[in-house]
C-alpha cells in the first residue's frame, strides 16, 4: 500500500487498533543496535521468536520551531553505552578485570540493546571458574543476540560445568550441524561429551576440531585430558605440549601437564609448570595447591610453608587458612598456625568458621579451655545444623577426654556459662 494512502486512512486504523487494544497490545521489536567493533560474535542455534503484529507507522510530527530543545536521550544513552563498553575493553587489556566487569554492565543497563558487553561478562567470570554467573550473562546477552554462535556455545559450555548433562549436547550438536566448518563449536562439543562419559565420540568431535583448525590450542587440551585419564601418558603429554606451543599462556594447559608429570613421578618438572602458572596469574589457586603437593613430596617442608603464606596472600579463604594452619602445626609451629587461625577471627568476628578453626589450633597448642571457648563461640555463630554439630561433636570430645578433676570442673563451668547465655539470647529474640 502506498505510504499516502496509509497516511490518508491512519485515522481509520489508530481507530480500530485503540478499539482492540487487548489483541494488538505488544511492544515493537526493538531497533538492534551496531555490534561494537571489537566484538566478533556469530548466529547461534537459539529458536527466533514469532514475527510481531504489523505496524503502524503515524505521520512524522510537525518540526520543532528554530531553537526549540530536542529530545535526544536515547542517542546519548547509547553513546554512554559505547563509551561505557570501550572502557572496559581497555580495562581488561590492562588486567583490571572486576572494573571492567563493572563497566561492561553498565554498558548494558544504559542500552539494553547492546550486543557483546554482556558476553565479554560472561567471558570473564568463565576464566576465573565462575561458571554460574558467567551462564548468567552468555543468556544475557542471547537475549540481545539470539543470533550469536560464540554467546550460544559458551553458554552450553557453562551448563556443562554446571552439570547440565542433558543441554548442552543438544545445544552443541545443533550448532555443528548449521556451522559445520566451525571448530571451536566441535571442541565444545567435544567437551560436552567428555563430561557425560562419551569419551569416544569426544575423541572424535576433538579431533574434528583440530582437522578444521589445527591450531585450536583448547582442542588440543581437551584431547590431552582424555589421552591422561585413558593412561596413555606419552599422548598426553604431546597433546599438551602442542596446546602450550599454540598458546604459551593458557594456564590450565600448564596446571594439567604439571599434573600429568607429578603422576608420572617427574616432580621437579611438575614444580616448575606449577610455579610458572602461579607466576602467570597470581590468584589461580591449583597453582599453588600443586606447589605444595609436589614440594612435601620432595620432602622440602619449608618451602612448602613459604608457599602457604604466598596464597593465604592472594586467597584468605576458609580451606586455605585450615590447610596453612595445619602444615604448621605439622611442623612444630603452633605460633604460625595461631597466628594465622586468631588473624581469621579478626577478618570475620561474626562467622562461626573463623573460631572453630581457633578452638583447633588452640588445642593442638595445648590450651583445652581456650578451645573449649572458642568450639562454643563457633556453635553460637553457626547457622548450618552441619556445622553446628560439627562443633558440638568437638565439644563433647574434650569432655569426654581424660583430664584432670581440676579441667573437668573449669570445662563444666565453662559450659553452663555459655548454656545460660545462649539461654538467654534465645529469650531475647
Known sequence: MPHRSLVARLPLLLALLLASAPAYAQKPAATKAPKPAAHTARPDSTPPESAPAPLIVPPKPAPAPA????????????????EQYARGRLLEENGAYAAAIVSYVEAARTDPTLRGASFRVGMLFAWKHQYDPAARAFREELH???ESLDATRQYALMLAELGDTLRPVRMLEELTRRAPGDSQAWRALGFAYARVGRRDDAVRALKGAIALDGKNAAAWRDLGV??????????????????????????????????????????EAALEHYREAARRDSTYFDAYRGQIRELVVLGREQEAGAVWKRWLEVGPEDEVREGAARHFVRQGRTDIALEI????????????????????????AGDTVAALTAYREAWLRYTNPSDRARAGTS????????????????????????????TLRKSVR
Open 67 to 82: 531553537g526549540a530543545p530536542q529530545d535526544t536521550s536515547g542517542a546519548a544513552a547509547k553513546k554512554r553505552a559505547r
Open 144 to 146: 540481545r543476540d539470539p
Open 226 to 267: 582424555l589421552y591422561a585419564d585413558a593412561g596413555d601418558t606419552h599422548a598426553a603429554r604431546d597433546a599438551y605440549q602442542r596446546a602450550l606451543a599454540i598458546d604459551p599462556k593458557e594456564i590450565p594447559t600448564l596446571i594439567n601437564l604439571a599434573n600429568l608429570e607429578g603422576r608420572s613421578g617427574n616432580h
Open 341 to 364: 587461625a586468631r588473624n581469621a577471627v579478626r577478618d570475620s568476628p561474626k562467622l562461626g568458621e573463623p573460631r572453630w578453626l581457633l578452638g583447633e589450633m588452640q588445642l593442638a
Open 395 to 422: 565439644m563433647v570430645a574434650l569432655h569426654t577426654a581424660a583430664a584432670s578433676d581440676t579441667l573437668r570442673s573449669l570445662l563444666r563451668a565453662d559450659s553452663a556459662r555459655y548454656a545460660r547465655a545462649d
